[in-house]
């Protein structure tokens, strides 16, 4: 560890924002003198170095912590790396699970976007909660890293010139690209999750089209930094020194290090301490809306559904019947299943199900937004309507709810998921008829389905050819 304080500026009071003179014009031997070298094209940059906005370098120079730097950087680039990869994977196989193949993955229409796509399992059938699960519980515990990583390099914000290169000029709007592209993430996700689109875009294609920035610039800002956040880890091991011996590290290239680091405050472990604080507590706080039970009472950031009533059906709902503008008088003795299968109409009444062979599944239901429950299911099996109709082995089942309006007032299932043994039109939830805000008189509930495609309040199911996809 040096004595002084670092520096890698010239004695020339370029840190008091006054304009740095070099005689010379080749930049190398300025380099010599301890100057910044000035790649193509050498007089942009030079002339922006001289126009420095006023205050620029005081503003750079407010940030003194004597932990910013190339370790702590990097501890936190490589928690990043190991983690990210798997929001990314989790919330791309969420997409897929939509159904992109049958036509309602949301944004439906991505372009050449579109990764490869197949037919999403029903085995096993805890499936998309661990998917959805992983995306949203990831995303919301690394919001503290995040941060951490921001501000260890916050005063390259207000680097100056902006840069020295063209390379630099490349780099630096992928950075832009980078933070833009999380922090979008981030913030569009948790006010989806809490349900409120403050925002005036849908949020389904926001977060599509930020994703795919976001991860492009990654994979650039990946690829030029790995080599570097390579030998910082393999520096010495900062993780133990205590705040007492806490020093600056030598100067970088990338200018981490603070040219005028301020008092020693916090060790770099107690920087990453207080993160992973934040990290645990956030999961602490969110982990009870996937996990279930009596643990979902700790979900204290889950907006709806921490203590959905008692008894059988006092589990999470949606969106309610009222919010759904599905009235009594839809859901009454009136209430008619229609089943149909190439020519052939079927209506069946409630009655008319319960008569019906009943099978009974224990099967989660997993919301896009987070939380996931499971719950026993019994009505009739998918595969006997279908067979009700004579329907083809290998048709889907397209499901629509007595909702008028709405997103997910129905839904298409392929052969597999109305096939399976435990998919059901439910009519009974743990030993008692469906509340009507689960979906009375009858609802989908089919293994691995993302929820929102098991829709509630059925009116009427078609079993049909499967278009080529
Ligand atoms: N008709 C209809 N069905 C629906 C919805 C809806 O808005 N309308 N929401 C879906 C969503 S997003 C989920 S997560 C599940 C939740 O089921 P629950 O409210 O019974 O827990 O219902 C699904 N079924
Ligand atoms: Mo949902």
């Given at each position: 560890m040096p004595a002084d304080p670092p520096s890698h500026e010239p004695a020339g009071g370029a840190d008091r924002g006054e304009p740095r003179r070099t005689?010379?014009?080749?930049g190398r031997s300025a380099e010599t003198a301890g100057a910044p070298v000035y790649a193509y094209p050498a007089r942009l940059w030079r002339a922006l170095d001289r126009h420095r906005p006023p205050g620029a370098a005081a503003t750079a120079d407010a940030w003194r912590s004597p932990v910013r730097g190339p370790w702590l950087t990097s501890v936190l680039g490589v928690v990043l790396l190991a983690t990210l990869p798997l929001v990314i994977v989790t919330g791309l196989l969420d997409w897929i699970a939509y159904g992109p193949r049958l036509g309602q993955a949301l944004p439906t229409d991505v372009g050449w976007l579109r990764p490869p796509v197949f037919d999403w399992p029903t085995r096993p059938a805890w499936l998309f909660r661990v998917t959805q699960g992983l995306h949203v519980t990831l995303g919301i515990m690394l919001v503290p890293v995040v941060v951490a990583k921001l501000w260890s390099v916050v005063p390259k914000l207000f680097?100056?010139?902006?840069?020295?290169?063209v390379a630099q000029v490349l780099e630096r709007l992928s950075l832009l690209l980078l933070v833009g592209g999380i922090l979008f993430e981030m913030v569009t996700g948790l006010l989806n999750i809490q349900y409120a689109y403050l925002f005036g875009f849908d949020f389904y294609t926001a977060h599509w089209y930020g994703a795919w920035v976001f991860t492009a610039a990654l994979v650039t800002h990946v690829a030029i930094k790995l080599p570097r956040m390579i030998s910082a880890l393999r520096g010495?091991?900062?993780?133990?020194?205590?705040v007492g011996e806490t020093t600056p590290e030598p100067a970088d290239p990338d200018g981490l290090v603070s040219r005028r680091p301020g008092p020693t405050t916090m060790s770099r472990r107690g920087v990453l301490a207080l993160t992973g604080s934040g990290v645990l507590l956030l999961a602490a706080l969110t982990v009870g809306q996937t996990l279930d039970g009596v643990l979902r009472r700790t979900a204290l950031l889950l907006p709806r559904g921490r203590q959905p009533g008692e008894g059988p059906n006092g589990f999470p709902v949606n969106r309610t019947a009222a919010a759904a503008g599905v009235r009594p008088a839809d859901t009454g003795a009136g209430w008619r299943l229609t089943v149909r299968g190439g020519d052939r109409t079927v209506e069946v009444d409630r009655g008319g199900l319960l008569a019906m062979t009943q099978h009974t599944a224990d099967l989660p239901i997993a919301c896009v937004e987070g939380w996931s429950t499971e719950q026993t299911w019994t009505g009739v099996r998918l595969r006997d309507l279908a067979a009700l109709v004579g329907a083809p082995e290998r048709a889907l089942a397209r499901v629509e709810s007595l909702e008028r309006a709405g997103l997910f007032r129905q839904a298409r299932l392929h052969a597999d998921q109305v096939r399976h043994p435990d998919s059901l039109l439910a009519l009974r939830v743990n030993g008692v008829d469906l509340s009507t805000d689960h979906g009375y008189p009858a609802r989908v509930i089919v293994p691995a389905l993302p929820g929102v495609h098991c829709t509630k309040w059925v009116r009427s199911i078609t079993f049909e050819e499967r278009p080529d996809d």
């Open positions: 005689s010379d014009t080749s680097d100056w010139p902006p840069a020295r290169s010495p091991n900062m993780a133990r020194t205590p």
